[in-house]
């Protein structure tokens, strides 16, 4: 008996779809490590970290190699340090994310989540010692990334909060100045933050867990691509829906392999396995680009008409396939047009048609907010305020998680190029329109109000 071409090929689809692991995360309970002593404190939490999770990079090689599945990323997420050394000055929460820092950097892993704190209600005096210590936290250290949690659709937009992290924002851009400002890339603003996966940069360990939890992020990009070209190759004309279910199947298959690698890496740890990030995301690798899947779904140029349709499609696609893939799956889809992390977005920069009023309006259509985006150096806290509020308000609106991640270059202005070496490229620098007609805006103090139903 013959099979029809079509299903000749999607089932060869299947067994040729590149599937890998986008980050394995090992949440790691550290909140019996608090003690009004910081020498004792750091001690306890480098070796409770190190202890468990020392394991964590060979037993990754192992179970990758078995699979035949790489894993891209690894990661590390903590309890909230704000809850771990609520009290402490700047200088000694300096001590504490060095502390991350050289654990992480002893158990191999990538990066260290979990020096965040939650402002959205209001600031304590430790709170704005917390933030406070900010620029020295993110430009003395390498892997630790932070999180401000400034809005949610229950309590509104604490303007205060953004107004203050805006100005600590410059000012971690200056404190790493001969680097590009790099560390302001470790900073994410949030809103919404979803706890039942720790995917946001500088997300914390969830409150409930156990003490060991394993998370994974799924790589669906290049399975995606590849299968999109197949299925173009065979019909130019393929309708919307085929389309749709191309991306579905890609999908499918990679959050399947995610999970399965996931269980597998938990059961060797002894560790609980937490849930699978189906989120959309880049990295730098050839053919890895969210924004290079919009020209196969017809896409003439990135921000031009058809994109909000495109990326609605691909968000839709993958969270449908989520739904029917895993159980654990996060139920925060979304899609992640990280600048310096895509090679699409990189070029696009230099292209006039791409202007950082398009990338604000994209993130209503699913995307994960403005993130990783070179912008002017001298870009006032006024204007990044503005900046910040708009993308929170916006998120708090629509209910939905939120992360913004702007680097204010110093010394650089629009239309200047920035380069981060090979963790991430070298972009072209967007103008940021009206900038400095903000100063009565961030004047105004208070809560914007969150939404009524």
Known sequence: MEHSPVLVSQLKQVVETPLEVRSVTLGVQIADCSERNLHRMCESIYQRITDVAGRLAPVCAEVSSSFGVPIMQRRLAVTPIEQVAHGFGPDDLVHVARTLDG???????????GYSIDVRRGMSNGARQFIASLPLVLSQTTRVRAAVQVASSDTGVNMDAVQLVAHKLRETAEASSERGGDAAAKLSVVANNAMEHPHLTGAVLPSGSGDLVLFVGVGAAGAIRAALERRLQEDRRATWQ?????????????????EVVGRELADRLGADFGSVDCTLAPTLRPGDSVAGLLPLLGVGSLGGPGTLAALVLLVNAVRTAAGFASCSASAHTRVMLSVLEDPVLIAATQEPHLTFDQLARLAGAGVNGLDLLPIPGDTDAGTLTGILADQMALAVLQHRPSSVRVIPVPGKKAGDRVSYGSHMGEAGILEIPWSGQCRAFMDRTGMLPPPRS
Do not use: K, P, W
């Not at 654990?103 to 989540?113: F, K, M, Q, T, W």
């Open 242 to 258: 085929d389309l749709a279910g191309e991306i579905q199947s890609a999908a499918f298959q990679a959050i399947r392999a995610a």
């Open 103 to 113: 654990a992480a950097a002893n158990v191999h892993v990538d990066r260290i989540s």
